[in-house]
């Protein structure tokens, strides 16, 4: 089956510890995002990658940092230095999903994020 | 500056009744896109339509049904005969054609519809 997957469903994080999120997609796309979601709000963009080896910063990527070594993989790593880390990530890829199709960003099942 | 709006922040409807969510867009580009996305109580953000900027023709799909309009920037989403399975936050968003931002979505903060058998 194609699809995005994220790992875990549920994260804990400690006091001072960073945590990665795991974003993994077999839909061929180039690009990919990471977003992050707060009760009652819309999504807002941390990090983007338009292309392997490369990403841009998003609205909101302090305390936040990604990699792009491989097309099919982009983790997002909340580090210590993100005060409020806790929320609802949700990673995306764009692209087609059927030759002919529209480019659309297509989203994973996400992963909450909680703070101990 | 680029921005959406969805005015209505949360709106129940008893089962069988049409529901229209709103959306109101703000972009100095010529060319863009518009999507609407679902998201269920299950968290992940599915897709339902992408409208380019120069197609205004209005689309339906079985219950669902889109209203684009350029000259009022609206794009707005009509649910009919509602159905509890519809229950949901819907999001509108815009994203720009061309650029360096090219496909990066803006997102409204959603609207919750409950539908109530």
């Known amino acids: 089956d194609g699809g995005i997957t994220q790992s875990p469903k549920y994260l804990f994080r400690k006091e001072g510890q960073n945590v990665t999120l795991s974003c993994e997609q077999n839909?061929?796309?180039?690009?990919m995002y990471w977003y992050r979601q707060d009760p009652g709000q819309g999504l807002r963009l941390i990090y983007y990658?338009?292309?392997?080896?490369?990403?841009q910063k998003g609205d909101i990527a302090e305390g936040y940092s990604v990699s792009r070594e491989k097309k099919e993989s982009f983790p997002l790593t909340v580090t210590s230095a993100q005060k409020n880390p806790t929320a609802f990530y949700l990673c995306?890829?764009?692209?087609?999903?059927?030759?002919?199709?529209?480019?659309?960003?297509?989203f994973g099942p996400g992963t909450r994020l909680l703070v101990l | 500056a680029q921005k959406v709006t969805q005015a209505q922040t949360e709106i129940s409807v008893v089962e069988k009744e049409d529901v229209t969510l709103d959306c109101v867009y703000e972009?100095?580009?010529?060319?863009?896109?518009l999507f609407w996305y679902k998201q269920p109580p299950s968290g992940e953000l599915v897709f339902l339509i992408r409208?380019?900027?120069?197609?205004?023709q209005n689309e339906i799909s079985g219950r669902y049904s889109w209203n684009f309009q350029k000259s009022t920037s609206s794009f707005n989403f009509t649910i009919t005969a509602s159905q509890v399975v519809d229950s949901a936050v819907y999001f509108c968003?815009?994203?720009?054609?061309?650029?360096?931002?090219?496909?990066?979505?803006?997102f409204g903060k959603g609207t919750k519809l409950s539908v109530k058998p």
């Open positions: 995306a890829s764009r692209g087609v999903l059927i030759a002919g199709g529209l480019e659309t960003q297509y």
């Open positions: 409208r380019n900027s120069f197609d205004e």
């Open positions: 972009t100095r580009d010529t060319t863009y896109y």
């Open positions: 968003a815009l994203s720009p054609r061309y650029g360096g931002s090219q496909g990066n979505l803006i």
């Open positions: 990658s338009q292309i392997v080896n490369d990403f």
């Open positions: 839909l061929n796309h180039d690009a």
